[in-house]
């Protein structure tokens, strides 16, 4: 189970990389056809997700995860849970992973807030 938990630790930390410079292309091959992505913001499936990528700042350059954990859903799932930082904010994040062909996809991308979203002052 460690390695499992090393290949998609090793993934995930690669789509965070690939959100901070909007690589679309990543995340064409990183998620499954049924992707969904569930955030304070709203539910969003793969092709709003892409949008989303390309429309909006996200930016991630000092991400630091901590606690991850994983837990196997058969041969040909997991999710992955873990703590993230980056930016004074704190979210609790969990990624349903399938595996398909040999390749693990993001199917469903989970994140909560540690405390909750506030909103610059107007």
């Not at 049924?34 to 997700?49: K, N, Q």
């Amino acid at each position: 189970m460690e390695d499992r938990l090393a290949v998609l630790l090793d993934i995930e930390k690669r789509a965070w990389e690939a959100a901070d410079t909007r690589d679309v292309e990543f995340y064409r091959d990183y998620l499954a056809p049924e992707a969904l992505v569930v955030s304070p913001w709203g539910i969003l499936d793969r092709e709003g997700i892409l949008r989303d990528l390309v429309e909006n700042p996200n930016e991630f350059p000092k991400y630091a995860i901590t606690d991850p954990k994983i837990v196997p859903l058969g041969e040909e799932g997991a999710v992955l849970a873990y703590t993230v930082s980056f930016g004074g904010q704190t979210l609790y994040v969990s990624t349903v992973y399938v595996q398909a062909g040999g390749r693990w996809r993001a199917a469903v991308h989970q994140r909560t807030p540690a405390s909750p979203p506030t909103c610059p002052a107007d």
